[in-house]
């Protein structure tokens, strides 16, 4: 049986602040050396997959560039493997993809060429492991048109996704998309599985609807519940949609719980990653190292505590890293503190530096509901002055440089909690604020 996985991957993801600026949310780094990007497709090669199309269209060359050919995950092949599709103008019928439906929609020639007997709907920025054939057995002895992998969560967290309602043999009698009253706390999982001629008739429908935002959670799930034969493919094991930097921060530190949240140790499952040739990692003499995640070429002179560190990162002599996701190739220079923070790729902290100080939890002006934890994030290639400390909740723009700091109000040297350091481009049409000596 030939079974086509497609992972939508085009997502901005808003939510995840500075990290998503330069890349697609799927391509974000998570657990120190992947992309969320590499659970979807380690789960379709580890459940026999290996015909996968990959939808993307923000800012995709990053995502591009990680899966490649598809090497890592042996999706490198003649006949099968995997494409990268993204949307094109110059012909009547194509366009910017206008939600996950039409995504879908808009590929269908190159499904129908692969000839699939099932096609596997997947989001593309989800952190779990699943066997994808047990749902494809639950959906060929059910003789459903339309499979929705579900799991339960908290009702009072019920809102933020689609919910089901289903009866006693798994039937969907009710989709309701983010609901602000909940009936159920049993969510979709943006997990699909379809038969292909119900995916091409119910997708043509709907790409004819005016009134329809073309998605697969909110227009066309919904209306083939009671028409079609819509069942409930229900998992018990982990699963986070990591969207917000609240969810993001919380599941790569749950990797270094006792035992993980999630076990990035299973040998029986593996998570296969496009991986750069790198040295060991070293541990300085006077470095302090503990429950953290330390990936190959990273160099420690100092103290981190309860971290994920990503290839390359160095940390200077008497610098602390604590409860806190260090990207890339960053610097954080010699007796500066990191602290309860996450900084993208290449950045240099400049010496005696703090990112993450007090504990004003202020939410951030610009993004309240989204940075309002206590988490501070610098975003790409930024230049942190020496001896700077940043409050809480601060946002920094990618490519920051020191003189960029100059048009933030300072209090004693101190970026204040709740606020944001913008890069040049954006300070004309976000107006700053005053600064005090």
Sequence with gaps: MSVVAVILAGGQGERLSVLSVKRAKPAVPFGGKYRIIDFALSNCVNSGIYHTAVLTQYRPHSLHDHIGVGKPWDLDRARGGVRLLQPYLGRRESDWYKGTADAVFQNLPMLVDWKMDLALILS?????????????????????????????????????????????????????????????????????????????????????????????????????????????????????????????????????????????????????????????????????????????????????????????????????????????????????????????????????????????????????????????????RVRIPPGLRLGRNVRVDADVVEADFEHVLHIEGMIPSGETVLAPSRRESIRPRTRTA
């Design 124 to 380: 593309g920025d989800h952190i779990y492991k699943m066997d994808y054939g047990k749902m494809i057995s639950f959906h060929r002895e059910h003789r459903a048109d339309v499979t929705v992998g579900v799991m339960e969560v908290p009702i009072e967290e019920a809102h933020r996704f689609g919910t089901l309602v289903v009866d006693d043999e798994l039937r969907v009698v009710e989709f309701d998309e983010k609901p602000p009253q909940p009936r159920s706390n049993l969510i979709s999982m943006g997990i699909y599985i379809f038969d292909p001629e119900i995916l091409t008739q119910r997708l043509t429908e709907d790409s004819r609807m005016r009134s329809s935002a073309h998605d697969f959670g909110k227009d066309v799930i919904p209306r083939m519940v009671g028409t079609d034969r819509v069942f409930a493919y229900q998992f018990n094991d982990y699963w986070r949609d990591v969207g917000t930097i609240a969810s993001y921060w919380e599941a790569n530190m749950g990797l270094l719980n006792d035992p993980p949240d999630f076990d990035l140790y299973d040998y029986d499952w593996v998570i296969h990653t496009r991986s750069e040739e790198r040295p060991p990692a070293k541990i300085g003499t006077s470095a302090q190292v503990s429950n953290s995640l330390v990936s190959h070429g990273c160099h420690i002179l100092g103290s981190v505590e309860r971290s994920v560190l990503s290839p390359g990162v160095f940390i200077g002599e008497g610098a602390v890293v604590r409860d806190s996701i260090i990207m890339t190739d960053t610097i954080v220079g010699r007796n500066a503190v990191i602290d309860c923070s996450i900084l993208d790729k290449e950045i240099v902290v400049g010496a005696a530096a703090v990112v993450g100080m007090g504990e004003d939890k202020t939410p951030n002006r610009l993004e309240a509901k989204n940075l309002s934890t206590g988490i501070s994030v610098v975003g790409k």
